[in-house]
């Protein structure tokens, strides 16, 4: 069965700073690893994906993430924090199936607070 | 493209009644998903269908639960009858669907804020 953990229910960083929001995955084969973001009273959005090829991958809003797979780990970055960035994010997995698209495992998310 | 369309996108409800929510999933899109988020469960998948075939309701709690997709753009997700512990938000996403292509993401509606008192 494949899962998904975020250690961290909270992280707090300032504003002009680095961020990281941590995830690990488990997953029988190759795994699909996706970030999502939720504002509030909004539905998820998209961030970005690993699917194959580089393990650093770019997304929307300046973020990437690192696929590790050595560590089972996807776990978001950025290289300087903004205000507009508190939210709740989603780290999800899903695993290699030949049937088909199967649903994705969303972990708890993370909320993230950014103070000015 | 519009988007995923849900509505209503807020419904309060006395306990005991039926409520009915609805989603319009992206035109093209082969598989929708419904999903239920409150703070103590975080999201959960209730149901998915594929070519408006109903693949895996295990995520239904309860038979008060049901779910369907009459054609490729409408889902309605009906609760009946409804008690307090049904209040949550409820997420539609829809997804493209390319045979082995297991990269494709979802995308969600605004969601449905659902209250039974």
């Known amino acids: 069965a494949q899962s998904v953990a975020q250690p961290e229910d909270q992280v707090n960083v300032a504003e002009g700073n680095p961020l990281t929001v941590k995830c690990t995955y488990s997953?029988?084969?190759?795994?699909?690893l996706f970030w999502y973001v939720q504002y509030p009273n909004r539905g998820l959005q998209f961030l970005l994906k690993?699917?194959?090829?580089?393990?650093l991958v770019k997304g929307s809003y300046g973020f990437e993430a690192e696929f590790n797979k050595s560590q089972t780990s996807f776990h978001l970055k950025k290289p300087s924090a903004l205000v507009s960035d508190s939210a709740l994010y989603f780290c999800?997995?899903?695993?290699?199936?030949?049937?088909?698209?199967?649903?994705?495992?969303f972990g708890k998310g993370t909320r993230l607070s950014v103070i000015a | 493209d519009a988007g995923v369309i849900q509505s209503p996108r807020h419904e309060v409800t006395e306990m005991g009644q039926e409520v009915t929510l609805r989603c319009k999933p992206i035109?093209?899109?082969?598989?929708l998903f419904w999903y239920r988020q409150t703070m103590m469960r975080g999201l959960e998948l209730l149901i998915y269908?594929?070519?408006?075939?109903?693949?895996?309701d295990s995520g239904m709690p309860e038979d008060r639960f049901s779910a369907k997709m009459p054609n490729a753009s409408f889902s309605t997700l009906k609760i009946q009858p409804s008690e307090p512990r049904d209040s949550a938000v409820y997420f539609c996403?829809?997804?493209?669907?390319?045979?082995?292509?297991?990269?494709?993401?979802?995308?969600f509606g605004p969601g449905t804020r659902l209250t039974v008192l």
């Open positions: 269908f594929n070519n408006n075939v109903p693949i895996d």
């Open positions: 035109s093209g899109h082969d598989y």
């Open positions: 999800a997995v899903r695993g290699f199936r030949n049937s088909g698209n199967t649903p994705l495992v």
């Open positions: 997953v029988s084969g190759n795994p699909y």
């Open positions: 996403a829809s997804s493209p669907g390319l045979a082995y292509h297991q990269g494709n993401e979802q995308f």
């Open positions: 690993y699917i194959t090829g580089d393990n």
